[in-house]
């Protein structure tokens, strides 16, 4: 079974700065099948980011995707305050899928 | 607009077996285009996917759950279901129900419910 690492577990920025977040696979992945989500609490996740960069219905310009192999990121170019939450990678291999640990945003 | 929505006792002892049911509206189960499951999240902790089905009753189980869980469907009434037995404290978690894109091209969930909590206790 694939294992996904994500870090950092909690990333505490502004709103206008730049947030990375990195989710590390425990071997290569297929691109097409790893996707983000972004979580707020009491809430069900909502996607952003399919196929490693494709940015789902809706979804703000400033939330990019990108990554291949084991090494994937999403990127919020420009934090906004609505943009706090815990953010969810995942993978699909072998009819198994994976979720990273999570990376918590706080909006200082 | 696709909606989903979980239903389900949300309290069961220990040993039993958790039933809960995915009723969808806005769309019809037999569609082609995807597949349909359920991922879970214990409190206070992250995602864990339990398993999908198919239209037709294909399914694919996480490996860590595989030997107590049911996923099955009923399309005459545009829903699926999620049984787990043996049930345990471990298995206290708010569970939500989502529709898979499964493709050869793509694998993610793009519409999920809105969760239902469901508490192991005796």
């Known amino acids: 079974e694939i294992v996904l690492t994500q870090s950092p577990g909690t990333l505490s920025l502004s709103p206008g700065e730049r947030a990375t977040l990195s989710c590390r696979a425990s071997?290569?992945?297929?691109?097409?099948?790893v996707a983000w989500y972004q979580q707020k609490p009491g809430q069900a996740p909502r996607l952003l980011i399919y196929?490693?960069?494709s940015r789902a219905t809706g979804i703000p310009d400033r939330f990019s995707g990108s990554g291949s192999g084991t090494d994937f990121t999403l990127t919020i170019s420009r934090l906004e305050p609505e943009d706090f939450g815990v953010y969810y990678c995942?993978?699909?291999?072998?009819?198994?899928?994976?979720f990273g640990g999570g990376t918590k945003v706080e909006i200082k | 607009q696709l909606q989903l929505q979980e239903s389900g006792p949300g309290l069961v002892k220990p040993s039993d077996t958790l039933s809960l049911t995915c009723t969808v509206s806005?769309?019809?189960?037999?569609?082609?285009?995807?597949?349909w499951g359920w991922i879970r999240q214990p409190p206070g902790k992250g995602l864990e996917w339990i398993g999908n089905?198919?239209?037709?009753?294909?399914?694919d189980y996480n490996p860590s759950l595989k030997s107590r869980v049911t996923i099955s469907v009923d399309t005459s009434k545009n829903q699926f279901s999620l049984k787990l037995n043996s049930v345990t404290a471990a298995d206290t978690a708010v569970y939500y129900c989502?529709?898979?894109?499964?493709?050869?091209?793509?694998?993610?969930?793009?519409?999920w419910g809105r969760g239902t909590t469901v508490t192991v206790s005796s």
């Open positions: 989502a529709r898979h894109i499964a493709s050869k091209d793509y694998y993610y969930m793009d519409v």
């Open positions: 806005g769309g019809s189960i037999s569609s082609t285009s995807y597949y």
């Open positions: 089905i198919y239209y037709s009753g294909i399914t």
């Open positions: 071997q290569s992945v297929r691109s097409s099948y």
């Open positions: 196929g490693t960069s």
């Open positions: 995942h993978q699909y291999d072998s009819s198994v899928l994976t």
